[in-house]
Nanobody, 119 residues
C-alpha cells in the first residue's frame, strides 16, 4: 500500500528554521507532481509550494524567498526547507503527490506534521 509520511515538524522560535520531509513508501512506479500544503486552525488548507516531476517549482507569495521545496527521486522523498519562520506559518503541514501504480494515477495525502512558531 502506498503511503506518504511527513516528519520534521516541531516548535521553533520566530526567525528559526525547520526542514520537513515527506517519504513515499510502497510499490511505486512513478511520482509526478508533489507539493506541500498547510492548514491553520479555523482556516482552509492552502498551497505552500509544489514541484513537478521535472523539478519546476512554484511557491505561495507568503513563503517566497523563505521556503525551498526539493525532491530526491532516488529516495522517493520530498523536502521543505523553511527559514525565517513567522508565527503566521504555524499550521499542520501536509504533503501531497500524484503517483502511478496499478495502471493508473493516484493522488495521496500524508497524515500531516505540526509546525508551531512561537516565542
Amino acid at each position: 500500500q502506498v503511503q506518504l509520511v511527513e516528519s520534521g515538524g516541531g516548535l521553533v522560535q520566530p526567525g528559526g528554521s525547520l526542514r520537513l520531509s515527506c517519504a513515499t513508501s510502497g510499490s511505486i512506479f512513478v511520482i509526478n507532481d508533489m507539493g506541500w500544503y498547510r492548514q491553520a486552525p479555523g482556516k482552509e488548507r492552502e498551497k505552500v509550494a509544489t514541484i513537478t516531476g521535472g523539478g519546476s517549482t512554484n511557491y505561495a507569495d507568503s513563503v517566497k524567498g523563505r521556503f525551498t521545496i526539493s525532491r530526491d527521486n532516488a529516495k522517493n522523498t520530498m523536502y521543505l526547507q523553511m527559514n525565517s519562520l513567522r508565527p503566521e506559518d504555524t499550521a499542520v503541514y501536509y504533503c501531497n503527490a500524484d503517483i502511478w501504480y496499478g495502471g493508473d494515477w493516484h493522488n495521496h495525502w500524508g497524515q500531516g506534521t505540526q509546525v508551531t512558531v512561537s516565542s
